[in-house]
T-cell receptor
Framework: NAGVTQTPKFQVLKTGQSMTLQCAQD?????MYWYRQDPGMGLRLIYYSASEGTTDKGEVPNGYNVSRLNKREFSLRLESAAPSQTSVYFC??????????????FGPGTRLTVL | DAKTTQPPSMDCAEGRAANLPCNHS???????VYWYRQIHSQGPQYIIHGLKNNETNEMASLIITEDRKSSTLILPHATLRDTAVYYCIVRVAISNFGNEKLTFGTGTRLTIIP
């Protein structure tokens, strides 16, 4: 099993450009999450999807959109990138609703720089 | 979810036990304590979780005080590969649609010294 995979690993954008970060998991998990991590800070939740077909805002959703394409894939889109979106982006998956404890599995991250 | 307080940094000699404290004085009866760690630049990794009993797995032990207001993660024989940021997270036990998300603080930066 590959676990959680993310593409690309690195990306440099110019202000105003758009891009989509891809995430896929092969653990048959219901829930998927996008976090961002700025230098010296903990992870902050951007969006999450509790199940296929549903998405909800997290702590810092402004400037982002998401798509839960199917149970395996959850993408994050920056429509008009800004320097403030320079960060490391982590995707995670978890078993989700109905379980009495939660373990999340994280991907390797995408390092995004917006100039 | 209850807030947690952790020291920003700690050092531990290689081969010794690393004891990482976490205060969660406002924890509710239905909230678990979770520990994750993040090794440099990688995604966080689950370590252990517990409700009120002490827990042990192949990675670590978790000691929760009787009043559940604090806990300690113990790495019994720390190695250089244990150098990482350790996050203590408290959240509700039963997951329903929409509440599985984890809230990460800034954690404790543990440095294992050779």
């Amino acid at each position: 099993n590959a676990g959680v995979t993310q593409t690309p690993k690195f990306q440099v954008l110019k202000t105003g450009q758009s891009m989509t970060l891809q995430c896929a998991q092969d653990m048959n998990h219901n829930s998927m999450y996008w976090y961002r991590q700025d230098p010296g800070m903990g992870l902050r939740l951007i969006y999450y999807s509790a199940s296929e077909g549903t998405t909800d805002k997290g702590e810092v959703p402004n400037g982002y959109n998401v798509s839960r394409l199917n149970k395996r894939e959850f993408s994050l889109r920056l429509e008009s990138a800004a320097p403030s979106q320079t960060s490391v982006y982590f995707c995670a998956s978890g078993r989700g609703a109905g379980w009495d404890w939660v373990e999340q599995f994280f991907g390797p991250g995408t390092r995004l720089t917006v100039l | 979810d209850a807030k947690t307080t952790q020291p920003p940094s700690m050092d531990c000699a290689e081969g010794r036990a690393a004891n990482l404290p976490c205060n969660h004085s406002t924890i509710s009866g239905n909230e678990y304590v979770y520990w994750y760690r993040q090794i440099h630049s990688q995604g966080p990794q689950y370590i252990i979780h517990g409700l009120k009993n002490n827990e042990t797995n192949e990675m670590a032990s978790l000691i929760i005080t009787e009043d559940r207001k604090s806990s300690t993660l113990i790495l019994p024989h720390a190695t250089l590969r244990d150098t990482a940021v350790y996050y203590c997270i408290v959240r509700v036990a039963i997951s329903n649609f929409g509440n599985e998300k984890l809230t990460f603080g800034t954690g404790t930066r543990l440095t294992i010294i050779p």
